[in-house]
């Protein structure tokens, strides 16, 4: 797995594109820019959270996001509830107001606000804020993804908890089902062992 800015030097050296070094099945771009059609890709679905903003905040984000505030308050979800908060893509928004921001997820906005300053604490206060828009809209922004994230890191802390059981007789899908189903009743999800005892028993 090599990094993405050394792809361009094995293609030359193989004489290859890197489609096919990649073994896509078709060019999404006409000049081969493995940079470019990263970003298409990218760019081509919807992400479960974003927080975007008008050009005024841009700032308080450039100090902010070093402090790793960010995981901090990640870190605090998931202690509280099991809730694992997806990455969070940080996007300036022209569109908006110059202290104006949003909170999306998968493309349609779940709050709206204006900031009232540019400092530290406004980084802090629009983190605080996506975390719990977070919070309140995770049984729509839990993923496959994030459950796959969940059940792998259960297998590392707790041999055999899940071994055999996810995915190969419970299906990443059915558990999603099941915990978006446990967060909706009481936005808990950390007692995932017995979760899935309760699933292995009902087979």
Request: hydrophobic share 40%; glycine share 6%; aromatic share 6%.
């Amino acid at each position: 797995m090599p990094d993405v800015s050394l792809l361009p030097g094995i293609c030359s050296v193989l004489k290859v594109s890197g489609n096919e070094l990649l073994g896509t099945e078709g060019s999404i771009v006409e000049n081969d820019s493995l940079k470019m059609e990263r970003e298409i890709r990218e760019a081509m679905f919807a992400e479960p959270l974003v927080l975007q903003f008008g050009m005024e905040l841009i700032p308080c984000f450039a100090e902010g996001v070093p402090t790793n505030y960010v995981n901090k308050q990640r870190k605090k979800l998931a202690a509280a509830t099991g809730m694992l908060m997806p990455i969070l893509r940080l996007r300036d928004q022209y569109g908006l107001g110059p202290m104006d921001y949003e909170i999306l997820s998968y493309d349609k906005v779940l709050f709206k606000g204006t900031a009232e300053s540019v400092d530290e604490q406004t980084f802090h206060m629009l983190v605080d804020k996506t975390v719990e828009v977070c919070y309140e809209n995770y049984d729509t922004i839990l993923n496959k993804q994030l459950v796959k994230i969940m059940v792998d890191n259960l297998k590392a802390l707790c041999p055999g908890a899940a071994d055999g059981l996810v995915p190969e007789r419970i299906s990443y899908l059915e558990l999603l089902k099941v915990l978006r189903k446990k967060v909706k009743e009481d936005h808990n999800i950390r007692d995932l062992i017995h979760i899935l005892e309760e699933l292995e028993g009902s087979l």
